[in-house]
Structures are given as C-alpha cells and as structure tokens.
C-alpha cells in the first residue's frame, strides 16, 4: 500500500472480494441433521438447507448485520455471491439496497447453478440479468461448475461478457471440482474471479483474480490454496465469515507460515491489496486506525487495532467506531428476530 498520502494511523478502505452476506444469520444455527463428514457433505447438510429457507426479508437484515460488520472491521467494499433458491428474483436488489443504506460500497452476483434443475438455472441467471440491467455495481455469478451444465456455464460467460463484467464463480474449492480447469480452458477472462482455487493444478491456464479465503478453507477442511504459486493476480476474501479483513489477513499470513517458515506478512498484506484491482474505488476510501503505525509486521501480530472512523466516498460511516447512517443497535435487534425465524424454519426441515 502506497501510504505515502496517509498518516500514521490510516488506511485506505478495505476490501473483502468474496463474501456471503447471505450468511450473516447463521452464527448459532441449529445443528445438522447429522455430523458432515466431508466438504460435499458441508455443502448438502448445511449451507444448501440454509439458503433454501431464506426469504427476502431474512435477507434484508443479514446483508444489513453483514454490511454494518463490514464497516465496523474498515472494509468499504464488498463483493458478494449470494444464492437463496426459494427468494431469487430480486434478491440482488434487497443486499445493493441494504449496504447503500449503511454505506458501503458493494459488487453483486446471483450463483447460479442447476442444482434446482434447468428452471433454477434459468431464474438465477435472468436475476443476474435484472440487477446488470439496471444499471448497478454487479457480475455474473455461478455457484460452481461442478453443481453446472456446460450450457449454463456457457450462458453465464455470454452475459457477463454482454454486459461487460467479469464471472464471480467458486472454483477447485474441494475434490469435488477437479478437473474444472479443463471446463473453463475456452470460458475464463481477466475480469473473472476464481473463488478458492485449492485443488488447482500449479499450470492451470485459466484467467482471472484468484480469491483466497484461508479461513473458510480451513474451515472446510479443503486443505491449503497456496495462492503464492499461481502466476495470476491473488486478492483476499472471508467465504461469508464476517468481512474483517484485517483478520483475515492475519489468518493468510499464518496459514502461509505453518506451509513455509521463510513467508512473510507482506506477501499477505499484498493479496490484501489485491481487492484494490477490484474496485479500485475503495482507494479512495479512509480509514482511521486505533493504533499507529499501520505496518504488516506489526498487524500480522496485532489483534486489538480497531477502525475509530471510516469514510467511503466522502461520506462518513462510521464515526468514534459507531456506524452514522443507519441505528447499528436497531439492526442487531432486527437481525436477531429474522435468525430466530431461520432457525426455527431450519427446525422443521428434513
Ligand atoms: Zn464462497
């Protein structure tokens, strides 16, 4: 980061270029209906139940409580891939509008995929088609080519391309997905974003960002991206856990040092950078830190340091390191009430 134009204590905005504000609400959820015992089992028993009960009013609050997080942590740009099978048409609009109203900035994207059959697909991608036609910040997403026929995913690339915007797809995140390079040889384009890459092989020859989520991966048990030997541009993102990307910086220079002792913070503090690439807006957003000097080496070790205020495109969002635009303690309470009515819908699923 040039910080040559900043004070000690400031940073540009943060950016987070893969996040699910679809699931902000699932912290607490009730448990599975049986202990998963590998990623596709993750998937199926968990995340495919919870974006089959969202509704769009459940949806409005969890991008709200996600967005408000996002600025509370100073990241002033999400890029999001959002999927809720049973609410998609105009499910984009309902997050756009929920981060304008807390004021940050956001990328969005319907997943599509053929999972609901050829019916699923079609909506998702006409969601994607609704929202670009509008006007407003977005890509078309696709879930993932392993849950796609090469149709769909031949669909989703001619309208990103006709609308000129790049492709947000989860890409070799498990061994589900291998071989997906061969897919996506004649597809992928610069303006893509290669969400995981994990079971890529070192000479794939697709393009596009490569997204790192060294937490989620984890999580998930995929193993280890190793985002370092890949010659395309790497930025990072959260998968949906929270958007502190301080944190999640910390998480991918660890996770870089536990694969190679000689990995530094910088290179770390450099995929952070990457979001810049992205929306390359969010440079012009300002964040004002608890502590100073603002330094890799410092933060890969520092876990207290905490934004005072946040400006994105002039305005102020954040303020003494309470959010200005919306009532933060409204929103926790509203989110609250739509969790207990996704947990009680996720209850009375099989
Ligand atoms: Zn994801």
Request: aromatic share 6%; glycine share 8%.
């Amino acid at each position: 980061m040039d910080l040559t134009d900043l004070r000690p204590n400031e940073t540009r905005g943060l950016v987070c270029a893969h996040h699910h504000l679809y699931s902000s609400l699932a912290r607490g959820m009730p448990a599975p209906p049986r202990t998963p015992s590998s990623f596709r089992e993750i998937l199926e028993l968990v995340w495919w139940r919870l974006d089959q009960a969202l509704d769009l009013e459940m949806l409005e609050w969890s991008a709200k409580l996600g967005a408000l997080e996002a600025i509370e942590s100073g990241t002033t740009a999400i890029i999001d891939h959002h999927e809720s099978p049973n609410a998609i048409e105009g499910s984009l609009d309902v997050i756009a509008n929920a981060c304008a109203e807390i004021g940050i900035r956001s990328v969005c994207s319907y997943g599509v995929t053929d999972r609901h059959g050829p019916d699923g697909a079609i909506r998702g991608l006409e969601e994607n088609a609704r929202f670009l036609s509008s006007g407003r910040r977005g890509m078309v997403g696709i879930h993932a080519a392993f849950t796609c026929e090469d149709e769909t995913l031949v669909a989703a690339t001619e309208m990103a391309a006709h609308f000129g915007v790049g492709v947000h797809i989860h890409v070799a995140e498990g061994v589900d997905d291998l071989g997906v390079e061969h897919r996506l040889a004649d597809l992928s384009q610069d303006n893509w974003l290669l969400v995981h890459g994990v079971q890529l092989p070192d000479d794939h020859e697709l393009r596009g960002t490569i997204i790192h989520n060294p937490r989620s991966n984890m999580n998930n048990s995929v193993g280890y991206a190793a985002p370092q030997r890949f010659k395309l541009p790497v930025a990072l993102g959260t998968d949906g856990i929270g958007a502190a990307m301080l944190d999640e910086f910390r998480v991918a220079y660890a996770r870089a040092r536990e694969h190679d002792i000689a990995a530094t913070p910088e290179t770390a503090w450099a995929w952070l950078e990457g979001g810049y690439q992205l929306v390359p807006e969010a440079l012009q957003d300002r964040v004002i830190w608890s502590e100073e000097p603002i330094d890799p080496w410092r933060l890969a070790f520092h876990t207290n340091i905490r934004p005072e205020s946040v400006e994105i495109d002039g305005q102020v969002v954040l303020s003494d390191g309470v959010a200005t635009q919306i009532d933060p303690y409204e929103v926790r309470a509203k989110a609250a009430e739509q969790a207990q009515r996704l947990f009680m819908k996720l209850d009375g699923m099989p």
